[in-house]
């Protein structure tokens, strides 16, 4: 079985809507996860967006109190806080690393910040598809960038070594953090606009800077932003991967299924099992050497550059 990096599942905010205790049902189980050779994945931390900054706070919580007790304590899931998590032990079991998406639940204050990085969550994603107080998402008619507390919570990120999430942030929000940081950024679900005119996915120009600085991009499987076809094969996907592979992605290009927040899933591809099958296709279309890159090592490799190399507890003081 091939091994598989994933960059975005909803499962804690899928555990947490349907009031927990339902890990058995979830697309992205650990069990599910392991059926498809997933080894490491990357777990999002999504609050509801229409909620109040209090009440996403709390569903924020309450999702890492899920990833603590259902998917580290009962089902054996690493948690990877720093790079070395990533070399240290044996090769195989599943890894998790912890992101937030959409980052309103923050109120503006970094405080809140600085205690999610404790509790060990490495990724920043500012908004979901609408505008906080932070930033417009990408369906926000206006298309602002980020604002100045937008910019306060990036650089409270990079000092504490976490890395920013471009996924649903608006076109103008992505330049501003193309202007603000230098180093590399992920994209963790998101696909190629000139391949799909969907606004979730990126420009051609944004993919190539995105490559440029060493970042990453994650393919995703909601048909909506794939493809107009009714009922697409892996072909539409391969699209999506082919083009970006022409914009100079072959190190920077992998997956992040969003299994658990799928509203249309690809045939074939609605659970974290599904990648076993997955795979192989993978395997057959791009050699040996590609699908690695394309299925563990991109994303590996990004997330050993991203995360600060050892976990340095007094790096949170403020
Ligand atoms: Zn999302």
């Known amino acids: 079985m091939y091994a598989v990096a994933d960059a975005h ?10 009031g927990g205790d339902l890990e058995p049902a979830l697309a992205s189980s650990p069990e599910r996860l392991r059926q498809g050779g997933v080894a490491l994945q990357v777990f999002a931390l999504y609050a509801s967006a229409g ?5 996403q706070w709390d569903q924020v919580l ?12 009962q089902a054996g899931v690493t948690p990877v806080v720093s790079a070395a998590d990533l070399s240290a032990g044996a090769k195989t079991g599943l890894r998790g690393v912890l992101a937030l998406e959409g980052a309103g639940c923050l109120a503006g204050q970094t405080w809140r910040l600085r205690t999610l990085h404790r509790l060990g969550v490495r990724g920043l994603g500012l908004t979901w598809n ?6 417009d998402g990408c ?13 306060e919570v990036i650089r409270e990120a990079r000092r504490l070594g976490m890395w920013v999430d471009l996924a649903h942030l608006s076109e103008a929000g992505i330049r501003d ?7 590399p950024v992920m994209a963790s679900h998101a696909n190629a606009r000139s391949v799909h005119p ?3 996915n990126l420009t051609d120009d944004v993919l190539r800077e995105v490559f440029a600085r060493g970042g990453f991009v994650g393919v995703t499987f909601e048909a909506s932003f794939v493809t107009a076809e009714r009922s697409p094969g892996p072909a539409a996907l391969f699209r999506h991967i082919d083009h970006m592979l022409s914009l100079g992605g072959e190190d920077n290009v992998g997956f992040g299924s969003d299994f658990d927040g799928l509203s249309r899933p690809l ?3 609605a659970t974290a099992a599904d990648y076993a099958a997955f795979a192989r296709q993978i395997a057959a279309r791009y050699g040996h050497a590609l699908a690695e890159k394309l299925l563990i090592g991109n994303l590996m490799r990004f997330l050993r550059s991203a995360l600060p190399s050892a976990d340095l507890r007094d790096s949170s003081s403020p």
Do not use: C, I, K, Q
């Open 267 to 269: 045939p074939g591809l």
């Open 177 to 183: 953090v193309f202007r603000m940081l230098d180093g």
């Open 62 to 73: 309450e999702e890492l109190d899920y990833y603590y007790a259902a998917f580290v304590a």
């Open 51 to 55: 909620l109040p900054p209090h009440a």
């Open 139 to 151: 369906l926000e008619a206006r298309g602002a960038g980020l604002t100045s507390r937008g910019r």
């Open 198 to 200: 969907h606004p979730r």
């Open 130 to 135: 609408w505008a906080n107080d932070l930033a």
């Open 9 to 18: 599942v909803d499962a804690l905010w899928r555990m947490v809507t349907a």
